[in-house]
Nanobody, 126 residues
Framework: QVQLVESGGGSVQSGGSLRLSCAVYGYTYSYYRMGWFRQAPGKEREGVAIIDSDGRTTYAESLKGRFTISQDNAKNTLYLQMNSLTPEDTAMYYC????????????????????WGQGTQVTVSS
């Protein structure tokens, strides 16, 4: 049973930084695609950043340069470093994972992921 547990969310002022963590349990597939999505109230869930077991990454175009995805395989943990946060970054952030190899342009689509965490709230105040 795959379990994803997010942490690190919280409240921060505009311009601040946060680092989210996603602890991964029970993932036994040889290949993975893992990453972060976010969903603000009244909006669709959007892909933020993804990394796969081959080390390839992809980011939402609008977030490049501010957000960085990384992983610590020894700790089975995925991270998202978020800098220069703005109120528009306020959302519930979710960790997601999948074992299928799919073409690149689908990586940021939430339908391409089978496993999800419960989410961690990020609130940025102006």
């Amino acid at each position: 049973q795959v379990q994803l547990v997010e942490s690190g969310g919280g409240s921060v002022q505009s311009g601040g930084s946060l680092r989210l963590s996603c602890a991964v349990y029970g993932y036994t597939y040889s290949y993975y695609r893992m990453g972060w999505f976010r969903q603000a109230p009244g909006k669709e869930r959007e892909g933020v950043a993804i990394i796969d077991s081959d080390g390839r990454t992809t980011y939402a175009e609008s977030l490049k340069g501010r957000f960085t995805i990384s992983q610590d395989n020894a700790k089975n943990t995925l991270y998202l470093q978020m800098n220069s946060l703005t109120p528009e970054d306020t959302a519930m952030y979710y960790c997601a994972a999948d074992y299928r190899r799919v073409i690149g342009w689908t990586w940021l689509q939430h339908t391409a992921y089978n496993y999800w965490g419960q989410g961690t709230q990020v609130t940025v105040s102006s």
